[in-house]
């Protein structure tokens, strides 16, 4: 009998955590889920409670080449009709994945599902609600307003766009999002929150901005043909923060993200757009009105 959803978990030395990602998958109480966790050969203590839990979920683990390749692997070991993705330090909030079948139920004709969620701190406490909108594909370019445990799809969307690009190390979730809004695929937000994403230093989105920034530009210039003008300036605070910047040094970092961001536009656009011109003539506009009144 196929189950009802599958939920895929990539993991590589993750043992800190992984054991309250699995609990909060059992915890959900859905007869017959199928829960995937592809382990990329860890040597900490992740195989040990993989095999405690293993009367709840099937495992293997071997090297691979990354989140995407383990995630991708998962999708070819499970035939659900539902499928989410949770990675090895995340986790579902109680009631998650009843919602999200009933809402798939009661939407025969919606592909991808996402619903809200926090971001949580190492210890599982909540840092803030992230940010999270109601469906618009041209305001997923600006900004990615899907929070990836909190995506479910159906395995029909695998079946017509494929699976992830293994290729990518630090955006394969969105440009997944963007792959399937641009092919036709229909989404729908369910306002409940289902996840918690956890950040700690160690994470990569937070342990290489810089390197995780460009390769979200990358992508989205090869996808939608330019990076839009919110990711080049995006890239260009995050090299100034690197440098130990911030706001605060004003007006250097004004200058700073200025020049960042014509930089940047160069690099990915080959050239300068109206709309940024426009738009880094008004951060300077603003910059002189604080200064007059100061």
Known sequence: ????????????????????????????????????????????????????????????????????????????????PVIGWLNSDDIYYPGALAAVLEAFERHPGI????GNADHIDGQGRVLEPYYTEAWDLGRLAEVCFLCQPA?????????????????????????????????????????????????????????????????????????????????????AHVRLTERGLSPDHQPRFLYGLIAGTLGASLRWNHGISGSLLRRLAGWLRGAVRRSLRG
Not at 42 to 56: K, N
Not at 111 to 114: A, E, G, L, R, S
Not at 153 to 173: E, H, I, K, P, S
Request: net charge positive; glycine share 10%; charged share 25%.
């Open 151 to 235: 995506v479910f799809f159906r395995r029909r969307v695998v079946d017509r766009f494929g699976a992830l690009d293994a290729g990518l190390q630090y955006c394969m979730d969105y440009e997944y999002w963007l792959r399937l809004g641009h092919g036709g695929a229909r989404f729908l937000h369910l306002p409940q929150t289902l996840a918690g994403s956890r950040l700690y230093p160690e994470t990569k989105t937070l342990g290489a901005r810089v390197k995780v920034h460009t390769e979200i530009n990358t992508m989205l210039k090869r996808r939608l043909g330019r990076v839009p003008d919110r990711w080049l300036s995006n890239y």
């Open 111 to 114: 592909d991808v599902m996402y």
């Open 1 to 80: 009998m196929t189950a009802p959803i599958a939920v895929i978990t990539p993991s590589l030395a993750q043992g800190r955590f992984i054991e309250r990602t699995l609990e909060s998958v059992r915890g959900q109480g859905i007869a017959g889920l199928d829960h995937v966790v592809v382990d990329g050969g860890s040597t900490d203590e992740t195989v040990a409670i993989l095999g405690r839990h293993q009367d709840h979920l099937r495992f293997v683990s071997e090297p691979d080449r990354g989140q995407a390749d383990a995630v991708n692997k998962g999708l070819a070991m499970t035939a659900a």
